[in-house]
């Protein structure tokens, strides 16, 4: 059973405007939320995170808010550029789990237009 | 930085040989981990280990088989290669509870 789900494979924004990316989980023990970027044939890169005891982290043009009531996170890009383009995973890490084993998403692949 | 380093980007095996992917990371990690990734199935885990010479099972370990006789290096090792291990193979590394760094992967073809 999915406990991270991303449940859009692919979103498609024109550039300048915004990207919402969405992320829903289920299992309430997750403590912390992380989102990755992967560019085909690369390793994921981490690009942000949130502790559950937030609500919102930004970090330049991107933002992770967290609702922890409906189990939901989404991250927020502005604006949106080409090099955004990119497979996005969310991840999860469970409170007192296996250091530092997370549980990832299937990814969301955002294409930015010119 | 820290430097995650999968030994090969790409690697052609045939059905039935046996294969050995390494990872080396230089930032003193404790825990290493190997993923695969399949289009629309995502970072799947193979295995992980949280010191020299433990190993613990992810969620797909049926298959595969992993050594660690130094905290810097961890391998992942393919018994008898078949054509359904076909992926894009990611090592990481992390500290504790943080975040992980992954290395840049390696695209295996099984034939």
């Known amino acids: 059973d999915q406990q991270v789900k991303q449940n859009s494979p692919s979103l498609s924004v024109q550039e300048g405007r915004i990207s919402i990316l969405n992320c829903d989980y289920t299992?309430?023990?997750?403590?912390?939320f992380l989102w990755y970027k992967k560019y085909p044939a690369e390793g994921p890169t981490f690009l942000i995170s949130?502790?559950?005891?937030?609500d919102k982290n930004e970090d330049g043009r991107f933002t992770v808010f967290l609702n922890k009531s409906a189990k939901h996170l989404s991250l927020h890009i502005v604006p949106s550029q080409p090099g955004d383009s990119a497979v996005y995973f969310c991840?999860?890490?469970?409170?007192?789990?296996?250091?530092?084993?997370?549980?990832f998403g299937k990814g969301t692949k955002l294409s930015v237009k010119p | 930085d820290v430097k995650v380093t999968q030994s090969s980007r790409y690697l052609v095996k045939r059905t039935g040989e046996k294969v050995f992917l390494e990872c080396v990371q230089d930032?003193?990690?404790?825990?290493m981990f190997w993923y695969r990734q399949d289009p629309g199935l995502g970072l799947r885990l193979i295995y992980f280990?949280?010191?020299?010479?433990?190993?613990e099972k992810g969620d797909i370990p049926e298959g595969y088989s992993v050594s660690r006789e130094k905290k810097e290096r961890f391998s992942l090792i393919l018994e008898s290669a078949s054509t359904n291990q076909t992926s894009m193979y990611l090592c990481?590394?992390?500290?504790?509870?943080?975040?992980?760094?992954f290395g840049s992967g390696t695209q295996l073809s099984v034939l």
């Open positions: 990481a590394s992390s500290w504790g509870g943080e975040k992980l760094f």
């Open positions: 299992n309430s023990m997750f403590d912390y």
């Open positions: 949130i502790s559950s005891i937030k």
């Open positions: 991840a999860a890490r469970t409170q007192g789990g296996s250091q530092g084993n997370l549980i």
């Open positions: 930032m003193d990690h404790e825990n």
């Open positions: 280990s949280y010191d020299v010479k433990m190993k």
